[in-house]
């Protein structure tokens, strides 16, 4: 009798150890980011399309321009992105770096699966000299977290999850910014944020990439006082944008500093154009709006 025993037995306890290992492989639901947020050891911010954000703000840097503190809000954020995807996630994201933190991450980034897709400058004649290196992953998403948990760790990137703060004042006339420009942004670090999505969809091996993973344009504003404001961000545009994007700016005295690719294959082609300018706010805001109007995007409002 003992004989007929043991093999059901033995039958049992197999397919008990593969049901664990099949769960235990089994990609996390859609919306569950829970293994992310423990790898990286804080809580992610809900976006459109299914994504989570997280941010690492520079308040370590000291950097300013042309006699302005730039606020971590302002060009001093790092951030990675993730979306669920049918064979686990896609990481997308940007690190900011001082120079010496450049091949130690590059390094630890390779090694643990992420993919650096461009390093260059955002900002132009800021001291210390600042770089962004921005990075690609897909697969399982605890093992792309926990490599850039590991590649932070080599900078002086505060790692602790930063408390939440209320929304305080600024000193700056946002609704006027909104009207102008047509789309409402948020207060976040003494910052004005705005995101313009573009109108037409982002495609990458044949997934769509949401807005909210580096593809809307991004302009920032911070008060200097008197009215004026420091801005700089972003514009991503087609290759037939970036002309009629160039004078738009450069017309209004907003100056542009650098001009280059954030991704390696994406359809449409993108090109992100970095800008920056100290001016009266609503002056700001009208070249900014003349810049958005020569491009395919989204907005609520007409000025």
Excluded: C
Aim: charged fraction near 15%.
């Amino acid at each position: 009798m003992r004989s007929h025993i043991l093999p059901s037995v033995f039958v049992s306890v197999s397919i008990l150890v593969s049901a664990r290992l099949a769960a235990q492989a089994a990609p996390s639901p859609s919306g569950d980011w829970s293994v992310v947020e423990q790898a990286l050891g804080r809580k992610g911010a809900p976006n459109p399309g299914g994504v989570i954000k997280f941010s690492f703000p520079r308040t370590d840097m000291s950097v300013s321009v042309a006699g302005v503190q730039v606020r971590p809000a302002l060009a001093l954020g790092s951030w990675v992105a993730f979306e669920h995807t049918g064979d686990g996630a896609l990481m997308m994201g940007d690190l900011v770096l001082a120079e010496q933190e450049v091949a130690p991450v590059m390094k630890k980034l390779e090694s643990g699966g992420v993919e650096p897709t461009a390093l260059h400058n955002h900002l132009m004649m800021e001291s210390p000299r600042v770089m962004y290196m921005h990075v690609h992953g897909r697969g399982d998403a605890a093992k792309l977290a926990a490599a850039i948990r590991d590649a932070l760790a080599l900078t002086k990137t505060p790692m602790d999850a930063a408390p939440s703060t209320g929304v305080s004042p600024i000193d700056l006339d946002t609704a006027m910014i909104a009207k102008t420009l047509g789309v409402a942004g948020k207060v976040s670090g003494g910052v004005y944020q705005e995101s313009v999505p573009r109108a037409d969809h982002i495609m990458e091996h044949g997934i769509e990439i949401p807005p909210s993973m580096g593809v809307a344009t991004a302009i920032n504003f911070q008060p200097t006082g008197g009215g004026k404001a420091a801005t700089t961000g972003d514009f991503v545009m087609i290759a037939s944008e970036v002309g009629p994007v160039i004078r738009a700016l450069t017309g209004h005295g907003i100056s542009v500093g650098a001009l280059h690719s954030h991704m390696l294959e994406e359809t449409p082609r993108l090109f992100f154009m970095h800008f920056w300018a100290n001016d009266d706010a609503s002056a700001l805001a009208g070249g900014l709006r003349a810049a958005l109007d020569a491009m395919n995007v989204k907005r609520a409002t007409q000025p």
